[in-house]
């Protein structure tokens, strides 16, 4: 778009001092400009379904932001005097605490490995593996659920184990 007002505004300018040349050059000049084409967009032509595309705004969520970060760090601090108290007491007399140690053990570990799917496979940049990562992860979670749920019910559960590794 430059060049073009730089050439039509150099012939204007040399038409003016030579009138002989002023018909030859005029008629030189395109019929139709860039201005009436195109608009101009600031910024440059925008292609659409690039990874250069920018990012879409989520809509605010009391869920999400601080009260998730806050939960986090909540569960993290609270392990620490829940592991202690799942160890000095017996699993046989208080399974509740067991369980709550290994329900809040994996939504702990979930937390932490959906963190790094969600920064590092983002769909974005990775369309087919960040939801098969996600999805992989939340079936993981699922499993693993279930199979603290059988081994706290139907055998010597999570802390009893880890006593009997340890005294190994």
């Known amino acids: 778009m430059a060049s073009s007002l730089l050439a039509s505004s150099s012939r204007r300018a040399l038409a003016r001092r030579t009138p002989a040349l002023s018909k030859t050059l005029l ?19 925008v292609y659409k379904g690039t990874v250069n595309d920018p990012t879409d705004f989520p809509t605010p969520s ?5 009260h ?16 202690g108290a799942a160890f000095a007491t017996s699993p046989s007399v208080h399974p509740v ?13 979930h937390m932490g490995f959906d963190s790094m799917v969600v920064d590092y496979l983002h769909p974005r940049k990775w369309p087919v593996i960040g939801p098969v990562a996600t999805w992989t992860l939340r079936s993981a979670t699922v499993g693993v659920l279930y199979g603290v749920y059988q081994f706290n019910t139907n055998d010597i559960g999570l802390t009893e184990l880890i006593g009997k590794v340890w005294a190994a």
């Not at 009391?62 to 601080?66: A, I, K, P």
């Not at 970060?69 to 592991?83: D, G, K, M, N």
Request: without cysteine.
């Open 27 to 45: 008629a030189a000049r395109p019929a139709t400009t860039q201005s009436s084409d195109a608009l101009y967009v600031p910024g440059g032509p």
């Open 62 to 66: 009391r869920t999400h932001g601080s």
């Open 68 to 83: 998730h970060w806050s939960f986090e760090r909540l569960l993290s601090a609270a392990l620490i005097p829940l592991t």
């Open 97 to 109: 605490l067991d369980g709550i140690l290994g329900v809040s053990l994996v939504v702990h570990s």
